[in-house]
């Protein structure tokens, strides 16, 4: 049967669905409860990561639209822009980058792909979330060229389609296992991934808790981040045609775990990032989910869930960033 998601353009960036694994190590290292992992940084477009399942959704409707190329834009090491400049490439669109900061003399990480994924790069100081992006593509329009943009993190309603589709994808999984969760937890920044997860989660009845764990502190200019969830989610089921609207009861955030702030790597990470590392071999990353399973660990430690819980941990990938963030993750003396 035809679902009002199967007919949304959509383009094949990614290999799905995602494997889900049991994380029996450190569930038993915690002394509970049962941990899951939906591995969302092997959905394999170049490296992997929760983009590629927005991308699909963004892609299609560029394409649908006739356009010729793709900006977006973020923080040097975005894996936001990385995925984009990769399907860009993919799909045989050029690829504009506007990313904060400056040009480092000698590239790294994402910024590395970026530049071999053959994205061009609009250097912009300050201004970390693509605020200078109506600014380039108005440049390109007036040179005659049809950008599609890409907003930041991929999350409008379009992006957060990956998301909710997702969530359909994961129930499968659960019930061929006969598997219950009672609640999902990942790192939340630009919205897309939770409010997907909120509608798709509902739409395939998961019967969960959807829990955002937020990467960035509330900034102000766009409004407190829990009503923007709110909004998107509302606007991802409008585009799906459902009728039921999401109120803030909806929207579970711990945001207690950003520390110093967006990309700042504290013992909460570096924990988290060795854990699991030694503990089953998965490669977190320092921004996000190096974060949120920092905060995941934490609440576990503070008895927040029963022991017979089943909590699943959305892996979001990230990891190229491991690499440029190489001495804030080795630290002296330990
Ligand atoms: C972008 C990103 C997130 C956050 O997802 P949003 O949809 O922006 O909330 C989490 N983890 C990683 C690795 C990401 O790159």
Redesign the pocket.
């Known amino acids: 049967m035809q679902t009002p998601l199967d007919q949304q353009p959509r383009a094949a960036l990614g290999f799905f669905p995602t494997p889900l694994t049991e994380l029996a190590r450190l569930s038993r290292y915690m002394g509970g409860p049962r941990i899951l992992m939906k591995r969302d ?1 092997q959905t394999g477009l170049a490296l992997g ?3 590629t399942r ?1 991308l699909e959704y963004l892609v299609g409707a560029a394409l649908a639209e006739g356009c010729d190329s793709l900006i977006t834009g973020g923080a040097a090491q ?3 822009c990385r995925q984009t400049a990769a399907a860009a490439a993919a799909s045989g669109l050029a690829c504009h980058l506007v990313l904060g900061g400056a040009a480092p003399e000698m590239p790294d990480g994402n910024l590395l792909l970026d530049q071999l994924l053959g994205a061009q790069i609009h250097w912009s100081g300050d201004l970390r979330k693509g605020e200078r992006i109506p600014e380039i593509a108005e440049q390109l329009r007036a040179a005659g060229r049809k950008p599609y943009i890409v907003p930041y ?3 409008n309603a379009v992006g957060a389609l990956g ?1 909710a589709n997702a969530a359909t994808e994961l129930k499968q999984q659960l019930d061929e296992q006969n598997i219950q969760i009672d609640r999902m937890l ?9 409010a997907g997860l909120i509608v798709g989660a509902h739409q395939s009845a998961l019967n969960c808790e959807v829990v ?1 764990i937020a ?1 960035d502190k509330d900034e102000a200019s766009d409004g407190p981040y829990p009503e923007h969830l709110c909004q998107l989610a509302n606007e991802t089921a409008a585009l799906l045609g459902i009728d039921q609207r999401f109120d803030p009861s909806a929207v579970f955030l711990q945001d207690q775990f950003t520390g110093e702030g967006y990309g700042v790597v504290g013992d909460l990470e570096r924990r988290a990032v060795k854990l699991l590392a030694t503990q089953e071999g998965v490669l977190l ?1 320092p ?3 190096g974060r ?1 399973m920092g905060g995941l660990l934490q609440l576990i430690d503070q008895g927040i869930f029963a022991k017979d819980e089943t909590l699943l941990f959305w892996h ?3 990891a190229p960033a491991l690499f440029p963030y190489a001495s804030s993750l080795i630290t002296t003396g330990h």
């Not at 990942?186 to 939770?194: C, E, P, V, Y």
């Open positions: 940084d990561g929760n983009k927005k975005s894996n936001h993190g991929g999350s998301y990942f790192a939340s920044s630009s919205g897309g991934t939770q955002g990467i990353d921004v996000y989910t949120a979001t990938g990230g």
